[in-house]
């Protein structure tokens, strides 16, 4: 039983990875209309939060993935102007409209529904802070780089990417190969302004990160 459960997550993560958007779609809103993320539906406090207000700048977020709105209702309301949130679910979405006219935020908060590994947004659009709260982890392995790439010149001068990873097993505590592995990749291809790895046995970690800036060569002769 057990290796059947573990064959069946093994190519349902690969799906949600690798899979066309139409799968990836489909699997994301049975996975929204069921119980699975009720349990992510409150995530006030959350260690993140506190490095988004600081580099937010009480600028803009980019929110990459971002499910049924958590960011967008529970940050601190004066740390931002603006925020977009980009997820591949309506379900998700419709949740986190739904959560940002409760919390009076309808003015600042946009949502548009895409697959972010391929979406873009708008060529003059710019932002403070672009944000992969747990979502790099279906990014992947081989496009993290190009990814980052992509999206870094939609950040504003000085601007950031947030990056939030749970790089352990939450029951025995022991590194998971896959995010531990993106990790290192970050790491190596972009300057990291933060790193920060929290006391808990799945180990959150936030990495905060900069694209790295090109050794100018001076022209002789």
């Known amino acids: 039983m057990y290796l059947v459960e ?7 993560g690969f799906l949600l990875s690798y899979g066309p958007q ?21 995530t006030s406090g959350d260690r993140i939060y506190a490095h988004l207000e600081t580099h937010a700048r009480k600028g803009r977020i980019l929110d990459l993935g971002c499910g049924s709105g958590n960011t967008a209702a529970e940050l601190a309301d004066p740390a931002y102007e603006s925020y977009v949130g980009v997820d591949i679910s309506e379900v998700a979405l419709e949740k986190a409209r739904k959560r940002t006219q409760e919390c009076g935020r309808e003015g600042k908060n946009r949502f548009v529904r895409g697959d972010f590994l391929a979406w873009q947004p708008a060529p003059a659009e710019q932002f403070d802070v672009i944000l992969f709260r747990e979502s790099m982890c279906f990014v992947p392995m081989q496009k993290i780089k190009d990814i980052l790439d992509r999206y870094s010149k939609y950040l504003r001068a000085g601007g950031v990417f947030v990056v939030g990873l749970y790089v352990a097993d939450k029951k025995t505590a022991r590194d998971k190969s896959r995010p531990s592995a993106m990790v290192r990749i970050m790491e190596k291809e972009f300057d990291v302004v933060e790193k920060r790895e929290f006391d808990h ?13 090109q050794p ?3 022209k002789t002769g």
């Not at 573990?6 to 349902?12: E, H, S, Y």
């Not at 799968?23 to 539906?41: H, N």
């Not at 046995?201 to 800036?213: F, Y």
């Open 6 to 12: 573990a064959t069946i997550r093994l190519v349902n």
């Open 22 to 42: 139409s799968i990836k779609r489909r699997m994301w809103e049975k996975q929204y209309r069921g119980p699975k993320w009720l349990f992510r539906d409150n």
């Open 201 to 213: 046995k799945a180990r959150p970690t936030v990495l905060v990160l900069r694209p790295r800036q």
């Open 216 to 218: 100018r060569i001076e």
